[in-house]
Structures are given as structure tokens and as C-alpha cells.
Nanobody
Framework: QVRLVESGGGSVQAGGSLRLSCEVS?????????VGWHRQALGKEREFVAA????????YYTDSVKGRFTISRDNAKNTLYLQMSSLKPEDTAVYYC???????????????????WGQGTQVTVSS
């Protein structure tokens, strides 16, 4: 079982920055090909934010965060990051780390591509 533990959420004013981290249980990376971040705002559906292919570093982003968010990973630490800058109130949500087997941008955006999920971390952006 792949275990994912998020950290780094919090409250920030619009225009500010936050970095989320997701530690992936060691020894299980052979069972997934990519990891990513999704978010769910209150009363809304969970949506894809960004993903990265673990071995190649190829990244995928939803349009609303391109140029503001950067996804990266540290293979040695089995840790995934999401650097969020120029935050907006509409970025307020619970952010989830997830892992699965997929190889394309289209697959990265589909929730069923992810077999493993973290517990989520709250990000609140005030205006």
C-alpha cells in the first residue's frame, strides 16, 4: 500500500506563496509511475492541479495554475512538492496528493488514474 502524507498548508493573503510537500512511503515507488496534486473547494468537485512523471520529470498542469504553480519531486527523499505563488482567493481548497499509473497529460487529469490518495491539507487564501 502506497502511503502519502501531505504537509505545508496554511493561510496566506492573496499574492502570497506556499509550498506543499507530500512524502511517499519508501519502497513503493515501483508501483506507480506518476504523482500529482488535486484540490477540492468547499461545495465543489475535486479537480486536477498538477502532476509529474516520477522517473522522467515530465509535468502537467491545469490551465488556471500555469505560470503560478510549480510541481517537483525529490527522488532521494521520495517527496513531492507544489510551490504555489501569486495565490488567489479561488485557490482556496483542500489539496490532496495522489499517486497512480499513467503516462499522458490526458490521463493525469482523470481522477481514476490515481489509486492512492493522501488525507489532504487545507490552503486558505484571503483577499
Amino acid at each position: 500500500q502506497v502511503r502519502l502524507v501531505e504537509s505545508g498548508g496554511g493561510s496566506v493573503q492573496a499574492g502570497g506563496s506556499l509550498r506543499l510537500s507530500c512524502e511517499v512511503s519508501p519502497g513503493y515507488m515501483f508501483s506507480v509511475t506518476a504523482v500529482g496534486w488535486h484540490r477540492q473547494a468547499l461545495g465543489k468537485e475535486r479537480e486536477f492541479v498538477a502532476a509529474i512523471r516520477w522517473n522522467t520529470g515530465i509535468t502537467y498542469y491545469t490551465d488556471s495554475v500555469k505560470g503560478r504553480f510549480t510541481i517537483s519531486r525529490d527522488n532521494a527523499k521520495n517527496t513531492l512538492y507544489l510551490q504555489m505563488s501569486s495565490l488567489k482567493p479561488e485557490d482556496t481548497a483542500v489539496y490532496y496528493c495522489a499517486a497512480g499509473i499513467f503516462y499522458t497529460a490526458t490521463q493525469s487529469m482523470v481522477r481514476r488514474s490515481y489509486a492512492y490518495w493522501g488525507q489532504g491539507t487545507q490552503v486558505t487564501v484571503s483577499s
